[in-house]
């Protein structure tokens, strides 16, 4: 398996204008993850889906950021519309939970570094 | 809820001398851990894990962690370090919330290796 596929690897975008950032999961695995890194902040949990399901987005940040798995081997983030302050690496992570909901490890993709100027 | 504290998020160490990054866990029930490795503009690797059984856990590149469940800890060790190792490291606990699971990751401690 080629691993966590993201893409692109890297974006540059003017303020205001819409960013889709894409992701393809490991095959087989149930969980998907989206990660934002900053220096400021480190790496915060944004949303994760299981099954296809968004489980929990309590880290979106705001109504600006969405994310959508319409099949288990792909998922997108989308910010619309961007602003300075969303530029941070942005890694998507999958994994496969058993039941009784334990995880194994989550397999990171390489990231997307987001600037938006 | 669970939690994940890192102490100290940089630690220096001379190459050949012991590295020690640690971490502290809240949970309620016995959870999954995991030290990650990230180096520059990379993704984050795994390094170990610990689920059950031996509380002495051996992973990638030398480094081991051994979970204290009566110290609520996970500390991450190696013998000697190598300029190679210089990089960022994570610590993380599995989120036993029903049947999904969600991985917390630590602030992060930031390793530098001096020769």
């Known amino acids: 398996d080629a691993g966590v596929i993201q893409s692109p690897r890297h974006e540059v975008t003017e303020m205001g204008q819409e960013v889709t950032l894409r992701c393809k999961p490991i095959?087989?695995?149930?969980?998907l993850f989206w990660y934002r890194q900053t220096m400021m902040r480190g790496l915060e949990l944004l949303i994760y889906?299981?099954?296809?399901?968004?489980?929990?987005d309590s880290g979106m940040p705001e109504d600006r950021f969405s994310a959508k798995m319409p099949n288990a081997s792909f998922s997108t983030l989308k910010i619309q519309p961007s602003e300075p302050r969303d530029s941070a690496v942005y890694f998507c992570?999958?994994?496969?939970?058993?039941?009784?909901?334990?995880?194994?490890?989550?397999?990171f993709g390489q990231g997307t570094r987001l600037t938006v100027v | 809820a669970q939690s994940v504290t890192q102490l100290g998020s940089h630690v220096s160490v001379s190459e050949g001398a012991l590295v020690l990054l640690r971490c502290n866990y809240s949970?309620?029930?016995?959870?999954?851990l995991f030290w990650y490795v990230q180096y520059p503009n990379q993704g984050l690797q795994l390094l170990l894990k610990?689920?059950?059984?031996?509380?002495l856990v051996k992973g990638i590149n030398g480094f081991e962690a051994e979970f204290k469940k009566s110290e609520t800890s996970f500390h991450l060790t190696k013998p000697s370090a190598h300029m190679s190792d210089a990089a960022e490291y994570f610590c993380?606990?599995?989120?036993?919330?029903?049947?999904?699971?969600?991985?917390?990751f630590g602030q992060g401690t930031t390793l530098q290796v001096k020769p």
């Open positions: 610990y689920t059950t059984g031996a509380t």
């Open positions: 949970s309620s029930v016995p959870p999954y």
């Open positions: 095959s087989g695995h149930n969980s």
């Open positions: 889906f299981n099954n296809n399901v968004p489980i929990d």
């Open positions: 992570a999958s994994s496969l939970a058993h039941v009784g909901g334990l995880n194994t490890e989550a397999f």
């Open positions: 993380a606990v599995s989120d036993f919330s029903g049947n999904t699971g969600k991985l917390i």
